[in-house]
């Protein structure tokens, strides 16, 4: 259970049962616990190795009971080891009564080190009269893990912490911004999956702590089994803002803790206890208490605090500032001062959850300006921030410090797996979440067809930053910045530069032997060419560091061409590192050369994972800070966030496929070229293939009632979502306490659509909303329709970057447990706002052009029905002022103003004459339009709509239509077949002259209908025509058309 008063930490972190609930029976005697410490002495002789064993033994019966305590170890896949005396113990009754093997002697255990983890079993047994009672398994690890001065040691060898931050119960995922390859969600991740990823871990760190708590038992097991060092942390966070400290809070932080230390302390990858983070001003009130209440249960270890100072390190967070700290500063190796008394730790160093930092135009560094506006084109990318903040861990490691931590970065050392798993669970009883379906997963333990990780372009540099054995060329180093002019070496000119050679490993000796070797790569052809090598060999103690210089001569004749140093570090005749550095350039700088990945398969695509955002990265191989660059080759079913930029070394944009009237089961490929300014193109092939339903329609146009009572094609990015029985079938968002979370559907390559949706709230608190989204992108940026219970207001928002702007706003009266039709409309630039079949707000916003649509809850228990979403397929007010794209079959037609643009047919002699708009393909559709007729040229007049229209001699005609002598003005609908008209149904009607009525006209299979200010006047099913153009209709009329919309049914 996580602790007493957590339930209102602002990210929901640590609420109720956190692991695996089991059911245990004993016996009424019975081992209640056995705690293993192993003490080395602090050093790396066995001869004077010991360890301790308290077994604790608890008798429920009504008598005093006596037994035999038996106990041994035995190496885990092995034999027997070692075995103990037995000891005989008294237990009175109802008591409980503790046996203690103190400091035995064993001076052969084999230790558990990060490279060899060797594991015991500790057997413990209750024996009475030669009968087992009760017995027990331990599982530990023989090793040790101390302070010294100013660093740790591992089984008496210095030891450097260096590793990251891993968090398994975030309530709604990643809090590092709204960055397409960094939005893994780890709240339901499966147990395989953190094996997984702890697996990648030891490739890179040696250490991680449980931030904020919330680590799952199978962590700590696999930990031991592998060799990852893991400083376990509690709960506590900001303490000081959320709780109190009063008697009965100090005693349930107490008992909490020593009873979290108590059941993790056999861990032998535990090898430091952390008592919270950010808990900044409790070391006299909050800090006293958590390092007693650890030290009741172990003081085998050492106790930190990230983000304070404890008798055993000095942990700082934020040296040189939040959250960027001393990012691409020059003095790399002189920013950071080791303590001289205690281990110097650094958490939460460097962090993107405030935004990213950009680039000027000039492509110089702005790191007074960050994002989270992750297609903003002046963004750094990924890989260029990981790179900059990794280059922060080799000044910390420089200036000596013990534990080096950061706050998951790690994440950006991988890209998501664009893909939707579905999990098959065959044994439901196994422990741990079962998701069914995980999207973009950075670790894939579920299906062959795709990776189980895909490394990024950073990872390489993230991996030989934190290297145990490592060469660093400082020089390089220092120079290493963001959007700094290269360094020019003139040919012929001699190069010093110092290795800086570390030896943070605890095995195979101090001798690291260094090679090096100098070249040079043409950016143009990519050719490289090395011209001097060298090595040397250095001594280098355990945890420690050693520098070396080296030189080497430019080459002459050369010019243009990148310099390079190739660094190679072995122990043992064992490779152990290997970094090739950019020096600069030789003679002069090369010119600009733009290069991107030469293929991309997005593998298989359909219309629910059409939203997924797929990056391609443009790098400038060549010179020059900044380069303008363009795109040729996107449209179609490939749109692209950007089609032109300023390439500033590296830039991410990003791609979506949309699969809507493609062919099912085929294979599709579009190339992309990219030019820059000066000249240099590379182009990139993208590729998918289709499934077998792959959508159809003009944009894929949906509806959902829920009454399958499934909402398996809606993914949501937080709360609690389920489709329930209220009266029908909706879908509904339980969680009043979830904030701004919705469930999303459709393309992300939708641009102009209309959302409908029945919205019901059960409750709403005093800051709480209803709503609609559409283009939605992430929740950091999209576009919000929604009903605000601070003021009573319905509202049209924008968020961008995370930060909301409010578009329009009114007053509104809406009452819980009653039904409301909402609208959101997002046409070109226009967006609109109706309820109940009224529009309440307009506002005008170019920020997002296409997204998804999606029903969203704000503190709200909230039901939504009956969803339809119909994209536009045309959208013309005329306020352009002209009439582009429309075509003309006779009349006089022009834009004018009547208040505002409207379009305009003059001649009201003109027979029978159209305006036209679409695609002969165009089926099912409803087109809506204003209509005025100015006047009439007698009777036989009309004005109206037609649809399927394919040529003169057919189409359907919705209009209005004005009698001769002794007959009826009509509605009517008719329809004309190889140059023969016939109504095909009519209802009287009388219209004014100088009026503006709103018609619409609605094909959809074998039904048309026609409605006149939203209804519906006449209905008919007829099916001589399947497909054609939408248009306007006017007949010996003065007619004035505004506000035409085509939606897709």
């Known amino acids: 259970m996580y602790p007493i008063g957590l339930d209102n930490m602002s990210w929901g972190q640590g609420r109720g049962i956190k692991d695996d609930v089991r059911l245990v029976a004993y016996p009424k005697l019975y081992i209640a616990d056995t705690q293993v410490v192993t003490n080395l002495q602090n050093n ?38 070692k075995s103990f005396a037995d000891q005989s113990v008294t237990v009175p009754a109802g008591g409980t009564q503790t046996v203690v093997w103190n400091n035995i002697s064993w001076t052969n255990a084999k230790y558990w080190w990060t490279h060899d983890p060797k594991l015991y079993n500790l057997g413990v047994s209750l024996v009475q009269s030669d009968v087992t009672v009760d017995s027990s398994t331990t599982r530990f690890g023989f090793r040790e893990f101390t302070k010294t001065s100013n660093y740790f040691q591992l089984n008496g060898i210095k030891t450097n912490l260096r590793g990251d931050a ?108 952390s008592g919270g983070n950010e808990n900044w001003g409790t070391e006299s009130s909050l800090l006293p208490v958590v390092t007693t209440a650890i030290q009741s249960a172990d003081t085998s270890r050492p106790i930190m605090q990230d983000d304070l100072e404890t008798d055993w390190e000095f942990n700082d967070h934020y040296t040189g500032g939040y959250p960027i700290g001393f990012m691409n500063h020059a003095n790399l190796y002189g920013l950071y001062t080791n303590n001289a008394t205690k281990p110097r730790g650094e958490g939460e160093a460097y962090t993107p959850s405030q935004g990213w930092p950009t680039l ?42 013990a534990d080096i931590r950061y706050y998951a970065d790690w994440i950006y050392a991988y890209e998501p797996i664009e893909a939707t798993l579905y999990p098959a669970w065959s044994d439901m009883t196994a422990p741990g979440v079962k998701p069914v379906k995980i999207d973009r997963p950075v670790v894939n333990v579920f299906s062959s067809a795709y990776p189980t990780v895909i490394p990024s372009d950073s990872y390489e540099y993230t991996k030989n930053s934190f290297s145990p054995v490592a060469a660093f060329d400082k020089v390089g180093d220092q120079n290493n910045r963001i959007g700094v002019a290269p360094t020019v070496f003139a040919g012929g000119s001699a190069a010093s530069r110092t290795i800086i050679v570390y030896n943070d490993e605890q095995r195979d000796g101090t001798s690291i032997n260094v090679n090096w070797e100098a070249g040079y790569v043409d950016p143009a052809t990519n050719a490289y060419t090395s011209f ?93 800070l900044s380069t303008n660059w363009t795109v040729a080759g996107q449209g179609g079913f490939l749109t692209l966030t950007q089609t032109s930029g300023n390439l500033r070394g590296e830039h991410e944009l990003y791609f979506t496929i949309n699969t809507n009237g493609l062919s099912p089961n085929t294979a599709y490929t579009r190339t992309l070229t ?9 182009s990139v092939v993208v590729s998918f293939t289709t499934d077998a339903n792959p959508g159809g329609g003009a944009s894929g146009n949906f509806t959902d009632d829920f009454e399958d009572g499934s909402a398996a094609d809606w993914t949501t990015n937080g709360g609690t979502w389920a489709v329930a029985t209220d009266g029908s079938k909706v879908l509904r968002q339980t969680d009043a306490a979830a904030t701004n979370v919705s469930a999303l559907n459709g393309s992300g390559t939708l641009t102009d659509y209309e959302l409908t949706a029945k919205v019901k709230a059960a409750s709403l608190g005093s800051l709480s909303g209803i709503g609609l989204n559409a283009r939605f992108q992430d929740t950091s940026n999209t576009y919000n329709f929604q009903y605000y219970t601070a003021g009573n207001l319905i509202k049209i ?153 394919q040529d003169a001699n057919n189409q359907y005609n919705f ?79 003065q007619s004035n058309f505004d506000d035409v919309r085509v939606l897709d049914l």
């Open 797 to 949: 928002q924008k968020a961008v970057g995370g930060t909301w702007t409010t578009l329009a706003s009114k007053a509104f009266t809406f009452n819980t447990g009653t039904w409301y039709t909402f609208k959101a409309v997002a046409v070109g630039s226009t967006l609109e706002f109706w309820v109940n079949g009224v529009k309440e707000l307009t506002a005008t916003d170019s920020t997002f052009a296409s997204g998804q649509f999606g029903l969203n809850a704000h503190r709200a228990d909230a039901s939504f029905d009956d969803v339809v979403v119909s994209p536009v397929l045309l959208a013309d007010d005329f306020e352009d002022g002209n009439a582009n794209g429309w075509t003309t079959t006779g009349g006089t037609w022009a834009t004018a103003t009547d208040g505002t643009y409207v379009y305009r047919q003059s001649d009201n002699t003109a027979a029978n004459v159209h305006a036209l708009a679409g695609t002969a393909s165009w089926d099912n559709y409803a087109v809506t339009a204003r209509v005025k007729a100015g006047s009439f040229n007698g009777t036989y007049s009309g004005i109206g709509l037609d649809a399927r229209y």
């Open 44 to 81: 790396a002789d066995p001869s004077d190795d010991v360890i301790q064993i308290v077994t604790t033994v608890v008798n429920k019966t009504s008598t005093s009971q006596t037994a035999t305590v038996k106990s041994a170890a035995t190496l885990v896949g092995g034999t027997l080891e």
């Open 360 to 401: 000027n135009a000039d492509g110089s560094y702005n790191g007074a300006t960050l994002t989270k506006d992750h297609l903003n084109d002046n963004i750094v990318s990924q890989a260029v921030w990981h790179r900059a903040t990794d280059r922060m861990v080799r000044a910390m490691r420089y200036a000596g410090f």
């Open 959 to 1037: 209009t209005y239509y004005s009698g001769g002598s002794g007959t009826v003005s009509t509605l009517k609908i008719s329809k004309c077949i190889g140059g023969t008209w016939s109504d095909i149904v009519t209802v009287p009607f009388t219209m004014t002259t100088g009026t503006w009525y709103t018609f619409q006209a609605v094909a959809n299979g074998s039904s048309l209908s026609f409605w006149v200010n939203g209804t519906q006047m006449l209905s008919v099913t007829d099916t001589s025509l399947t497909t054609g153009k939408a248009g306007l209709s006017s007949h010996r009329a």
């Open 532 to 624: 001097q090598t060298g090595s040397f060999a250095a001594t280098v103690a355990y945890g420690s560091k050693t520098e070396q210089a080296i030189s080497f001569t430019v080459p002459t004749g050369v010019s243009a061409k990148w310099l390079t140093l190739k660094l190679t570090a072995s122990k043992g005749g064992v490779q152990k590192f290997q970094e090739t550095n950019q020096l600069g350039a030789i003679g002069s700088v090369p010119a600009p050369k733009i290069s991107v990945t030469p293929a991309i398969n997005v593998g298989v695509k359909n219309p629910a994972n059409a939203s997924q955002l797929h990056k391609i990265k443009l790098v400038n191989k060549g010179g020059g």
């Open 166 to 273: 891993l968090q398994f119960n975030w309530r709604a995922g990643s809090a590092h911004g709204s960055i397409p390859s960094a939005s893994q969600s780890f709240k339901d991740s499966n147990i395989a999956q953190v094996k997984k990823l702890m697996d990648e871990w030891v490739k890179t760190y040696n250490v991680a702590r449980t931030h904020v708590g919330g680590a799952i038992d199978e962590l700590y097991d696999y930990a031991d089994e592998i060799g990852l060092l893991i400083i376990d942390e509690t709960p506590f966070w900001q303490y000081q803002v959320t709780q109190g400290f009063g008697t009965t809070a100090m005693s349930n932080v107490s008992k909490w803790t020593s009873q979290w230390v108590a059941a993790r302390r056999n861990h032998p990858s535990i090898v430091m206890w």
């Open 674 to 682: 990219f030019t820059e300014a000066s000249g240099s193109s590379a």
